[in-house]
C-alpha cells in the first residue's frame, strides 16, 4: 500500500523512488483515541436558494430557527504521535498544530471494537493520552463547527426543498456529550530523501496511507511554463483565428489521454 501510495505522488522528484527502498521498518503503534457522541442544540440563521425551471435564477428565501442534532463516534486525537504535517482530510486547511483531528477522516469499523486487554498490545508500542478530554475538545472545536454546519445544510435542503444553502450564523451547545477512550492500530514509518526526514502513517484496519512528501521544485517551474505557454498560444490563435492549430491541439491531448489510460 506504502508502495502504491509512492507511486502514485504528483510532482515528485524523480530519484524518489530510487530512495525511497531506504524506507524504514515499520512500527505497530496503539494510538489514544477520544470517541465522541454528541446531542446538540443549533440556532441558525440561513439562506436557502432555489432555481426556476424557466429564467435559470436562484431565488432566495432567509430562515432562522434551532434545531436538535447529534454526531456520532467522531473521532478525537488524544496524543501528537501522529505528525502535525498530516492535514486532516475532512479539512485540508486545519493541521494539527492548530487542531487535533483525524488524518483517515473516520474511516474506521467501528462495529469491530472489542473491551481492552494487555494481551492484545503484545509486541506494539502503545500510548497513553497526552491531553484531557477537556482540553481535546476544546482543541476541536473548529471540527465540531464544521461537521453542524453541514447537519444545518443538510437539514434545511430536505426540510425546504432546496438547491443550495448557505448558513449565515449559528451557535451551537452540546446539551449531552459521552466519550469512550479507545486504542487504534497504526503503523508508521519513515524514510529520509536529500538529509530529510519523511513520515509515513497507515491505517491498520483499512490499510490506508497518510504522509508528507518531497515536491520537485523544477517540475513546478516546467508546468507553470507550460500553462504561461499555453495562454500566450491560444491568445495567438484566436488573434488569428487560426482555429485549425486549436484543433491540432486538441486532437494531440486525445491521443495523449488515450496512451495514458492504456497504460
Not at 123 to 146: C, D, M, V, W
Request: hydrophobic share 40%; aromatic share 14%.
Amino acid at each position: 500500500n506504502i508502495k502504491h501510495w509512492v507511486s502514485k505522488i504528483s510532482f515528485a522528484p524523480n530519484r524518489l523512488k530510487q530512495e525511497f527502498s531506504k524506507i524504514e521498518k515499520l512500527k505497530g503503534v496503539y494510538v489514544p483515541y477520544y470517541l465522541v457522541n454528541t446531542e446538540t442544540q443549533v440556532t441558525y440563521k440561513a439562506k436557502c436558494g432555489t432555481k426556476t425551471l424557466l429564467s435559470n435564477k436562484t431565488h432566495w428565501t432567509s430562515h432562522k430557527g434551532t434545531l436538535k442534532t447529534s454526531l456520532s463516534s467522531i473521532a478525537l486525537l488524544g496524543t501528537s504521535s501522529i505528525p502535525s504535517c498530516f492535514p486532516d482530510k475532512t479539512n485540508p486547511e486545519y493541521y494539527f498544530d492548530e487542531i487535533y483531528a483525524e488524518p483517515w477522516n473516520n474511516n474506521w469499523n467501528w462495529e469491530n471494537q472489542l473491551p481492552f486487554h494487555k494481551d492484545f498490545l503484545s509486541g506494539y508500542i502503545s500510548e497513553i493520552p497526552k491531553h484531557s478530554f477537556a482540553e481535546i475538545l476544546n482543541l476541536n472545536e473548529l471540527k465540531f463547527k464544521q461537521l453542524i454546519e453541514i447537519k444545518v445544510e443538510k437539514w434545511l435542503e430536505k426540510k425546504e426543498c432546496c438547491d443550495t444553502v448557505i448558513v449565515n450564523d449559528f451557535t451551537f451547545t452540546h446539551q449531552n456529550i459521552s466519550y469512550r477512550l479507545i486504542l487504534l492500530p497504526v503503523w508508521l514509518s519513515s524514510f529520509r530523501f536529500r538529509n530529510r526526514l519523511y513520515q509515513i502513517a497507515v491505517n491498520r484496519q483499512t490499510g490506508i496511507v497518510v504522509g508528507n512528501r518531497p515536491y520537485s521544485k523544477i517540475k513546478f517551474v516546467l508546468l507553470w511554463v507550460l500553462v504561461i505557454a499555453l495562454i500566450f498560444f491560444l491568445i495567438y490563435i484566436f488573434a488569428t483565428e487560426s482555429y485549425s492549430l486549436l484543433i491540432i491541439l486538441g486532437i494531440i491531448f486525445i491521443i495523449a489521454k488515450l496512451k495514458n489510460n492504456n497504460k
